[in-house]
């Protein structure tokens, strides 16, 4: 089975300082990685996501994500952040083998003016 | 081109009622998949649908069902309404199976 854990349920930052979103995952087989952001009252938007190739992916506004196997880690970084940034962030993992995703409990991003 | 569309926005029922939301997903997606959200229990799997058969099932109880016609707009169905199945109604939609999904705006259904 597998499974997602969001570090954070919260993080507070300052606008233009650097931030990370930790997210690690459990799975007995390979799966693909993902990131969506939620506005208030809109759906999931895609962020990023990682099927294979190059572990460093980079994504929409800025966002970029690095896939670690060995430590079975998905963080989303983002250099300098915006007020606009303030949102909620998804990480998720799919089974490369189906359609069901698996989603963890998602962080809270306040950008601080 | 336009994207994952779900209808109604908002929807206000009555405990014991039953209610319809209705997903069109991307054109040329053929893959539905239904998700709940609540403050909760975060995002559940409710179901997938792939060319009109259901593919796959979270664990919801019977009450919650769905369809897809051929043209691969879906519809979801809860029967007999709970006080706790007030959540948003998430649809997405994809081309290529574990890629990655499209999400709608959502349905927001309070159950009062």
């Known amino acids: 089975a597998q499974s997602v854990t969001q570090l954070d349920s919260q993080v507070p930052v300052f606008e233009e300082a650097p931030v990370e979103l930790r997210c690690n995952y459990s799975?007995?087989?390979?799966?693909?990685l993902f990131w969506y952001v939620q506005y208030p009252n809109q759906g999931l938007q895609l962020l990023l996501k990682?099927?294979?190739?190059?572990?460093l992916v980079k994504g929409i506004n800025g966002f970029e994500a690095e896939f670690n196997k060995s430590q079975t880690s998905f963080h989303l970084r983002k250099p300098s952040v915006h007020i606009s940034d303030t949102a909620e962030y998804f990480c998720a993992v799919s089974r490369n083998t189906g359609n069901q995703f698996y989603f963890g409990t998602g962080t809270s991003l306040t950008v601080i003016p | 081109k336009a994207g994952v569309t779900q209808t109604p926005r908002y929807l206000i029922k009555t405990r014991g009622q039953q209610v319809t939301l209705s997903c069109s997903p991307i054109?040329?997606?053929?893959?539905v998949s239904w998700y709940q959200q609540t403050p909760g229990q975060g995002l559940q799997f409710l179901f997938e649908y792939f060319s009109e058969t259901q593919r796959n099932k979270g664990n919801f109880p019977g009450r919650f069902s769905g369809r897809q016609f051929s043209n691969s707009r879906s519809e979801m169905n809860v029967s007999t309404l709970e006080l706790g199945d007030s959540a948003l109604y998430l649809c997405?939609?994809?081309?290529?199976?574990?890629?990655?999904?499209?999400f709608g705006s959502g349905t927001r259904l309070t159950v009062v």
């Open positions: 990682y099927l294979s190739g190059s572990t």
């Open positions: 997405a939609s994809s081309y290529s199976t574990g890629k990655g999904y499209t």
């Open positions: 054109s040329g997606h053929r893959s």
């Open positions: 799975s007995s087989v390979s799966v693909y």
